[in-house]
Nanobody, 127 residues
Framework: VQLQASGGGLVQAGGSLRLSCAAS????????MGWFRQFPGKEREFVAT????????RYANSVKGRFTISSVNAENTVYLQMSGLKPEDTAVYYC?????????????????????WGQGTQVTVSS
């Protein structure tokens, strides 16, 4: 299984970026897919998740209304559209994949739920 994250970069505050996570060896439409981010010196934190076939999505409060997670089954890819970016969004962003084993939203906030991880892509937002 390989998750290839891309799309990070440098953007000014208020700008937008779209992150991509292309999966191979695993089917996005039958997996729970998540985005996490890690600030320097901190543990990874939950950003967003999307259930199999896009049935449901969930966001961290800090990004709700600004970020949108989506999946394109034909491309076997998950996207994170980020708008209204703030300097405090600066982090390394990781995509992850897991099994849908619970109908509890908060269950998928946890790193341990996800079996496969991408390599991370840096997002830097300048003020």
């Amino acid at each position: 299984v390989q998750l290839q994250a891309s799309g990070g970069g440098l953007v000014q505050a208020g700008g937008s970026l779209r992150l991509s996570c292309a999966a191979s060896g695993r089917t996005v439409s039958t997996s729970v897919m998540g985005w996490f981010r890690q600030f320097p010196g901190k543990e990874r934190e939950f950003v967003a998740t999307i259930w199999p076939k896009g049935a449901r999505t969930r966001y961290a409060n800090s990004v709700k209304g600004r970020f949108t997670i989506s999946s394109v089954n034909a491309e076997n890819t998950v996207y994170l559209q980020m708008s209204g970016l703030k300097p405090e969004d600066t982090a390394v962003y990781y995509c992850a994949a897991g099994l849908h084993t619970s109908d509890s939203y908060s269950y998928y906030n946890r790193e341990a739920v996800y079996e496969d991880w991408g390599q991370g892509t840096q997002v830097t937002v300048s003020s």
